[in-house]
C-alpha cells in the first residue's frame, strides 16, 4: 500500500509506454538525420540555460522537496516524484556519463558497461551542492561534443530505448534528454507553488 510520502510508481527502468517509445524513436532517428554538431551544442546551451532560469525562480529552501508530479512525454514513471535537486542530481549522473561515452566512442572504444535508466536515478538526499556539480556536468558534455574530431564514430555504444548509438547519437540525445528534465523541473517548481 502506498502513502502520500510513498506513491505507487513503476520500478526504475521499466522505461515508457510501447506507443510513446515508438514515436520517441522516430522522432529521435529525425533528429539525428537533421542535426549537427553546431544544433547539437545550441539545444544543450538552450535547455542548460533554461533550466537555470527555472531552478532560480523556486526558493532555495524548496528545491530539495519532492513533488509527485503527472508524467511528462519522455519520463519514466518512476521519475514522477522527484525534487528540484533530485532532477539536477540525475543529469548530472547523466552527463557525467554522457561525457564518458561519446569521449571513449570518438577514440574508437567502446565503454565497459551497459547503458541502464535504472542506473542514473538519483539520491533523496542530495543537497545545494548539485547545482554547481550540474553546471559542470554540462560544461563536460559541450566539451566532449565540441572538441570531437570526429562524432559519427564507427564503434557505437547502445542506449536502452535507442539501441546502437555512434558518438553523434549520443551528441544529439544530450540537449534532447535535458529538455525532457527542463518540463519536469518547470511541474516540480509548479507543484510547491500549490
Known amino acids: 500500500m502506498s502513502t502520500p510520502a510513498e506513491p505507487l510508481l513503476a520500478p526504475p527502468g521499466a522505461g515508457l509506454p510501447l506507443v510513446e517509445l515508438w514515436l520517441?524513436?522516430?522522432?529521435?532517428?529525425?533528429?539525428?538525420?537533421?542535426?549537427?554538431?553546431?544544433?547539437?551544442?545550441?539545444?544543450?546551451?538552450?535547455?542548460?540555460?533554461?533550466?537555470?532560469?527555472?531552478?532560480?525562480?523556486?526558493?532555495?529552501s524548496k528545491r530539495g522537496e519532492q513533488v509527485l508530479i503527472e508524467r511528462p512525454r519522455g519520463l519514466e514513471d518512476s521519475s514522477r516524484n522527484w525534487s528540484v535537486w533530485m532532477t539536477l542530481d540525475h543529469l548530472r549522473i547523466t552527463n557525467t556519463a554522457l561525457v564518458r561515452v561519446i569521449t571513449a566512442l570518438t577514440h574508437?572504444?567502446?565503454?565497459?558497461?551497459?547503458?541502464?535508466?535504472a542506473a542514473v536515478k538519483p539520491s533523496?538526499?542530495?543537497?545545494?551542492?548539485?547545482?554547481?556539480?550540474?553546471?559542470?556536468?554540462?560544461?563536460?558534455?559541450?566539451?566532449?561534443?565540441?572538441?570531437?574530431?570526429?562524432?559519427?564514430?564507427?564503434?557505437?555504444?547502445?542506449?536502452?530505448?535507442?539501441?546502437?548509438?555512434?558518438?553523434?547519437?549520443?551528441?544529439?540525445?544530450?540537449?534532447?534528454?535535458?529538455?525532457v528534465h527542463r518540463?519536469?523541473?518547470?511541474?516540480i517548481v509548479a507543484g510547491l507553488s500549490q
Open 24 to 60: 520517441a524513436r522516430l522522432l529521435f532517428t529525425l533528429r539525428r538525420l537533421r542535426g549537427s554538431r553546431e544544433m547539437f551544442v545550441a539545444r544543450f546551451e538552450q535547455e542548460q540555460a533554461a533550466i537555470r532560469e527555472i531552478v532560480a525562480s523556486c526558493p532555495e
Open 183 to 187: 518540463v519536469q523541473i518547470q511541474s
Open 108 to 117: 574508437g572504444k567502446v565503454p565497459p558497461g551497459k547503458a541502464s535508466t
Open 124 to 179: 533523496a538526499t542530495v543537497t545545494a551542492s548539485v547545482e554547481g556539480e550540474f553546471e559542470r556536468s554540462c560544461e563536460g558534455v559541450l566539451a566532449a561534443i565540441s572538441e570531437a574530431a570526429e562524432l559519427r564514430t564507427q564503434v557505437r555504444f547502445a542506449h536502452p530505448w535507442f539501441g546502437p548509438l555512434d558518438a553523434f547519437g549520443w551528441a544529439a540525445m544530450a540537449g534532447t534528454h535535458m529538455g
